[in-house]
């Protein structure tokens, strides 16, 4: 168990569809990192908060946004939903300054886009 | 832009096989190197890690990788492989100015009985 929670465990919806992703960073980590996760694209990095700005930007499409709340808890919101979103979706924690940058994995939560 | 290159995107060995798993990268200053796996159905989880000193790194399970600066490659090993190492492998890349990791492909792992 990395101490990084994600809910739901699974998603399923239809395509035009908006869904949100919650996660909850290990005790102490200011940086929540999302990664989505696919068959034909592997491992793709999305987004990166720090302390509740955002730090960096990866492959993010423009439906996808995210936020990090001063609790520290991150969501990531997917809107307009297609059958290619589906994916695991991952989020990661680290402590950013220290550390070296070792980022904690969550369990992730499937979203199937029907 | 920064890469991180894993040569083989599958590999199969029969258990008690010696392993190698290529990583190589393109930034050229300061590093942190990771190599992360993940077991069919769960998340990533870190085997090793390399910050500073000894460049043979030792991580779990049994896995060592040697960080070679001068041919930017963080090779992971594993002298005898068993059938619970079937997993997927991700080396990533941290660069000394920022943190964010840049990952490369993945290799997937598998080992027959």
């Known amino acids: 168990d990395s101490g990084v929670t994600q809910t739901p465990k699974h998603l399923i919806t239809a395509t035009g569809q908006r869904v949100t992703l919650r996660c909850s960073p290990r005790s102490g980590d200011l940086s929540v990192y999302w990664y989505q996760q696919s068959l034909d694209q592997g491992l793709q990095f999305l987004i990166q908060y720090y302390n509740g700005e955002e730090r960096a930007k990866g492959n993010i499409l423009e439906r996808f946004s995210a936020q990090q709340f001063p609790d520290l808890h991150s969501e990531l919101n997917l809107s307009s939903l297609e059958l290619g979103d589906s994916a695991l979706y991952f989020c990661?924690?680290?402590?950013?300054?220290?550390?070296?940058?070792?980022?904690?994995f969550g369990p992730g939560t499937r979203l199937t886009v029907l | 832009a920064q890469s991180v290159s894993q040569h083989n995107h599958h590999v199969i060995l029969s258990e008690a096989a010696s392993l190698e798993l290529g990583c190589n990268y393109s930034y050229g200053g300061t590093v942190n190197l990771f190599w992360y796996v993940q077991y069919p159905g769960q998340h990533l989880q870190l085997l090793l890690k390399y910050f500073s000193g000894d460049p043979l790194v030792k991580g779990i399970k049994g896995f060592e990788a040697e960080f070679i600066k001068s041919k930017f490659s963080f090779n992971l090993r594993k002298p005898s492989v068993q059938w619970s190492d079937t997993a997927e492998y991700f080396c990533a890349v941290m660069q000394d100015s920022n943190y964010q990791l840049i990952w490369g492909a993945g290799t997937k792992l598998i080992i027959k009985p």
């Open positions: 990661a924690s680290s402590v950013m300054t220290s550390g070296g940058g070792e980022q904690f």
